[in-house]
């Protein structure tokens, strides 16, 4: 079975500079998709950026940005030119690209908090 | 405008009691999950339905019962053999496709009392 780590339960940035929130991944598979989504104080997730195992260029979404090394199972989110509307609980999230029952099933980490400060 | 409705948005029940909550969305998406959220914790999976008439168990089904008659909704019941069932409860689907990403309904929040 899959599992997802996020080593930081919070993390905290100052307005306009730039945070990095880690993620790692345990799996025996060659084709997955990894999803960051954020989770604001409404409780509402929304996804924020994705990406695909056999994708070697890393995905961006405006201000948004992944780090992603496959070899070491390791899927960072980098957030520039952090704004008040950043916070929020962040999660990494698996996903198999192996079709049958399981087929869209995600598997999510513990989360982190990002405090942003004026 | 289409998105993922959940109600009620707060709930509370006496132990002993079941209670069903309502998920509808109007995305056409073939495929709906039910995820339980605890504080500290991540999202884990109840149960998952690929298509109208079938469904499967997540990773904490015990105590949770689903059914998915029509294509737009998949109530979740949460039965009384549901040890702690105090939690916030996410619906989501998924549109087809290659990357097959969930879209979240905003919660419900099951208090029991």
């Known amino acids: 079975a899959q599992t997802v780590t996020q080593s930081q339960p919070e993390m905290s940035v100052q307005e306009a500079e730039t945070v990095t929130l880690s993620c790692t991944y345990d799996t025996s598979e060659s084709d997955y998709y990894l999803f960051w989504y954020k989770q604001p104080p409404s409780r509402q997730m929304i996804l924020v950026i994705r990406q695909e195992a056999y994708k070697q260029q890393n995905a961006t979404e405006n201000r948004f940005s992944v780090n992603f090394q496959k070899a070491a199972k390791s899927f960072s989110l980098k957030i520039s030119d952090s704004q008040l509307g950043d916070a929020a609980m962040y999660f990494c999230a698996y996903r198999s690209a192996i079709g049958g029952t399981s087929y869209g099933k995600l598997t999510f980490g513990q989360g982190t908090i990002l405090t942003v400060h004026p | 405008d289409g998105g993922i409705t959940q109600s009620p948005k707060y709930l509370f029940r006496k132990e002993g009691q079941n209670v069903t909550l309502s998920c509808e969305q109007n995305?056409?998406?073939?495929?709906m999950y039910w995820y339980r959220q605890d504080p500290g914790q991540g999202l884990r999976l109840i149960y998952y339905s690929q298509i109208v008439n079938d469904f499967q168990k997540g990773d904490i089904a015990e105590g949770y019962s689903v059914s998915r008659e029509k294509k737009e909704s998949f109530p979740l019941t949460v039965t009384s053999a549901q040890k702690n069932p105090t939690a916030f409860y996410l619906c989501a689907s998924s549109i087809p496709g290659q990357y097959n990403e969930q879209f979240f309904g905003p919660g419900t929040r099951l208090t029991v009392l």
């Open positions: 995305l056409n998406h073939d495929a």
